[in-house]
């Protein structure tokens, strides 16, 4: 069914696989070797490789992304039960929106089917199909960023790329994105107007310093993503040289491995990206050694989900409820607290039933979110939350 969309993993790299201790991640994935395509019906998660960079206002020279495989391939695994298939190099259409096209269908097939896709691009626009591809399956779609920029307003307002292709999902009609996360922003890099419209619409933003002075305050955000795509310019340049648009300042190395093993836990996340790769300048490879630890990290959190989200049959009995009234007003915040996992959720005062959309209507936060509340200090999450009810 995809065979005709990918080109086969090179002979270089399957070469280098053969030689792999059995105990390593390339011993055990299933590759695109050219003769049949591998059995989607054996597959758990689907990595795919996407070199388009046609969604760039510079000109970028094409990834070959084979030094990404041999150093994702020669990890060792952990205690995994998945299936990784790698589907190959995705091909490039003859027109950007052909390949949009193509990753739209292709994600969605995997999603219908409970395959886990993990992307890696390519430049950032990516994320635009791979949004598309849930348009058949929920209408309420929540996306996170991890990103210096918002990607919203670009000066070519006229076709999509990599600088504002967050704006043509808030556009698009029917629209079905419920909310957008951006963690890492480096306001130095977002125009005024970008971080008006965000707060207008009520969606959620983390400067670099509060990430970078607590990484745990991102597994509350990502815990609420559907998707989690990560751009590796927002990564400092030392740590990842080989990126678009490279700074100085940034996440590091070891929060980009943090943020993704957090995705990877989360029952809610469906797919996962990396992009802005630019091989050309990964000095030593150490670009394509740190995505491959990205993915590794992302993959041992994805072992570890116990799929604790509250919902109608265990919210009573798997739960510790915390009722916090709120000073001069009618309203009241519900705090729950997963016996088994220690991780906490909020909603607004509401009853629960069995038509409820629990997860529309419990928002993952932390203990911190609980203790501030207690005292008065309404964190920014939950006070979104009030303001949507206002």
């Known amino acids: 069914m995809f065979s005709n969309y990918f080109d086969p993993v090179s002979e270089e790299v399957l070469d280098f696989k053969s030689k792999l201790n059995h105990n390593t991640v390339g011993f055990h994935i299933t590759c695109n070797d050219g003769n049949i395509f591998p059995d989607i019906e054996n597959t758990d998660i ?40 790698d589907f190959g190099d995705l091909k490039s259409g003859s027109d950007i929106k052909d390949t949009y096209f193509a990753i739209n269908d292709l994600v969605a097939s995997l999603l219908s089917q409970s395959i886990f896709p993990i992307v890696l691009g390519g430049t950032h626009d990516i994320s635009y199909p791979l949004y598309q591809s849930y348009d058949s399956f929920t209408k309420g779609i929540n ?18 790329n990599n600088r504002n292709f ?46 970078r002075e607590n990484i745990k305050i991102s597994e509350p955000y990502i815990r609420s993503a559907d998707i989690v795509t990560i751009d590796l310019s927002s990564i400092k340049q030392s740590d990842a040289p080989g990126n678009t648009t490279p700074s100085p300042n940034g996440i590091e190395s070891h929060h980009a491995c943090i943020i993704s093993r957090y995705a990877g836990m989360s029952d809610r996340v469906s797919s996962f990206g990396i992009f802005e790769f630019a091989e050309l300048y990964d000095h030593r490879s150490q670009t394509s050694n740190l995505i491959a630890q990205i993915i590794w990290y992302f993959l041992e959190g994805y072992s570890l989900r116990v799929n604790d989200s509250p919902n109608a049959s265990n919210i009573n009995s798997k739960y ?71």
């Open 166 to 211: 967050i704006g043509y999902i808030i556009k698009k009609e029917p629209n079905h994105l419920s909310n957008f996360i951006n963690l890492g922003y480096q306001s130095y890099l977002c125009q005024n107007d970008e971080s008006h419209l965000l707060e207008k619409m009520f969606f959620e933003t983390c400067r670099l310093g509060d990430l």
């Open 320 to 390: 510790q409820k915390y009722i916090i009234p709120i000073k001069d007003s009618d309203l009241q915040f519900i705090f729950y607290k997963s016996k088994d996992t220690g991780r906490w959720w909020f909603s607004s005062s509401m009853e629960f039933n069995e038509e409820t959309n629990y997860r529309d209507r419990l928002i993952p936060c932390s203990y911190e979110d609980y203790l501030n509340t207690i005292s008065g200090d309404i964190p920014k999450r939950i006070y979104r939350i009030l303001k949507t009810l206002t």
């Open 143 to 160: 996306m996170l960023s991890v990103d210096s920029r918002f990607d919203l307003i670009d000066t070519d307002a006229l076709n999509i």
């Open 46 to 85: 689907a990595l795919i490789i996407v070199p388009e960079n046609r969604g760039s206002n510079t000109n970028l020279a094409t990834n070959s992304y084979s030094n990404f495989r041999k150093s994702f391939y020669q990890l060792f695994q952990g205690n995994w039960k998945f299936r990784i298939t």
